[in-house]
């Protein structure tokens, strides 16, 4: 049958406490109304129209093309907000699949489902349900002796009978477009909130013996909606325990779920294994064969093949086949290594380039520089790429050596297979295959020490 998708994300979000709209709120690294976006996009649509309210453009901005978007500019409830949808659809004869742009747990197979019961069944409306053990919050769904359902309430509208009912209303639905938007012109906001509820056409539907279904959904935790932080941190939770289940079923080790957060954005290799308290972010891919961990975090992170990062950090920055990371690296953005690199305990890098095979073993800082291939920068070295005014960049060339201690300003070269002194600070170009020194010269004073006890314990 030919679909169409409404997708109401106008509301404000208020408990979220937030300036962000509610629906751009992150949920294993995407907006949760994204997640509702894939979920819709798994299945073959004419068109997907959102329907936008509070701070409308940002949330537009957020999700690009792809999108039809339609304006509420009051938020005078679910009914009203479907109707804005009504240009963007002139003219559609199929059905419509309405949904909500907060609930970021639902799959793509239960609104199959759901779609595909309601053509069957030829109804006018089919609406999504739930049996919850505690349904306090939710509308009710009320149906004749016979199952068929008669009429949705709302929590605050409903009187103790129906308030001990569980089944629920989940929000979702799937309409025949025909007459759709014509009963909900006509429906009146009588209840406690005085909104036009999308609700109310389901009573209405049946008024004028239009069949109207139900289906009830196998997994509650699918239609759990976000109205606030405590909400949001128990969405994130269940999604990510999705995210960990999917990678390790492609043949990732996850040594304990419980203390691993990986992004639904984030691509892992077979054989991979991800220790504990490690964070992983962003767009970030990394290979097959990998150790990352423990306590790690990577954000946009690309790492290759065989790669080991152990209790380090790594941000927006490629690692290449064969490199060790850690522990206690920092790997700041723009960064770029090659294969085989060692990159040792407490040593920070940005912005550079490391060729094949070079080593930064321990207790060094490396920024803005191009490191050679088989190069060795010892404990200690740092490259001083800011005067105050400008950073400039440091080269290191291929085989260089860099004693340890040493202090390259910037801008400067030490060319292929040059070695410096340790403890030099290095201010000028340093020629292929020669050594730079650059440290003041040593001088041994006799007897010092005594004469200096001497003079600090005068006898008495």
């Known amino acids: 049958m030919q679909l169409a998708a409404v997708i109401l994300a106008a509301g404000k979000g208020t408990r979220m406490k937030s300036d962000l709209p509610k629906v751009l709120h992150r949920v294993c690294g995407r907006p949760m109304v994204e997640h509702v ?19 409308g453009e940002r949330v537009a901005e957020c999700i690009g093309g792809g999108v039809e978007f339609a304006f509420q500019t009051e938020q005078l409830g679910t009914a009203h907000a479907l109707l804005q949808a009504r240009s963007a659809l002139d003219g559609f004869d199929g059905h419509i699949l309405v949904l909500c742009g907060d609930t970021p747990l639902v799959r793509p197979r239960t609104l199959e489902d759901l779609c595909r019961e309601h053509g069957r069944k030829k ?13 306090t919050g939710y509308g009710r769904v009320i149906r004749f002796s016979g199952g068929q359902v008669q009429k949705i309430v709302e929590q605050k509208d ?3 009978a129906e308030l001990a009912v569980r089944e629920i209303n989940t929000g979702i639905y799937c309409f025949q477009a025909r007459g759709l938007f014509e009963a909900l012109a006509n429906l009146r906001p009588d209840n406690a909130q005085g909104e036009y509820y999308l609700t ?9 013996g239009r069949p109207v279904g139900a289906v ?8 759990t909606g976000i109205n606030d932080r405590c909400q949001l941190a128990a969405a994130e939770k269940l999604l990510r325990r999705r995210v960990l289940d999917k990678l390790m079923q492609s043949g990732v080790t996850v040594l304990d779920p419980d203390s691993t957060f990986i992004d639904d954005t984030v691509e892992i290799g077979a054989d991979s294994v991800i220790y504990p308290f490690t964070i992983i972010e962003g767009k970030s891919n990394i290979g097959e064969n990998c150790t990352i961990g423990p306590s790690s975090r990577l954000v946009n992170a690309h790492l290759g093949d ?6 380090s950090v790594i941000l927006d920055s490629r690692v290449g086949d064969g490199c060790s990371i850690g522990p206690f690296a920092y790997i700041r953005p723009g960064c770029v290594l090659e294969r085989n690199i060692k990159v040792g305990d407490f040593v920070e890098l940005k912005n550079s380039r490391l060729a094949d095979g070079c080593k930064v073993p321990h207790l060094s800082y490396v920024g803005d520089a191009e490191v050679g291939r088989g190069a060795n920068i010892g404990a200690g070295t740092i490259t001083c790429n800011y005067d105050g005014e400008k950073k400039s960049r440091t080269r290191i060339g291929d085989h ?7 202090n390259l300003v910037a801008p400067v070269e030490v060319g292929d ?9 290095i201010t000028r170009d340093v020629p292929p295959g020669a050594l730079g020194v650059a440290r003041g010269k040593q001088k041994n004073i006799s007897g010092w020490a005594a004469k200096k006890k001497k003079t600090a314990c005068p006898d008495k």
């Open 158 to 160: 409903a009187g103790p």
């Open 200 to 208: 109310d056409i389901i009573e209405f539907y049946m008024s004028q």
């Open 400 to 406: 260089a050596f860099i004693g340890s201690n040493t």
């Open 417 to 425: 297979g040059a070695v410096t002194g340790a403890g030099s600070t």
């Open 123 to 135: 109804n006018a409306a089919t609406v999504l349900t739930a049996i919850l053990p505690d349904p």
């Open 306 to 311: 065989r790669i080991i990062v152990q209790n």
């Open 216 to 223: 009830s959904i196998d997994d509650p935790a699918e239609i």
């Open 37 to 55: 976006l894939r979920a819709v996009k798994n299945i073959a649509l004419h068109k997907i129209v959102l329907v936008v309210g509070h701070q």
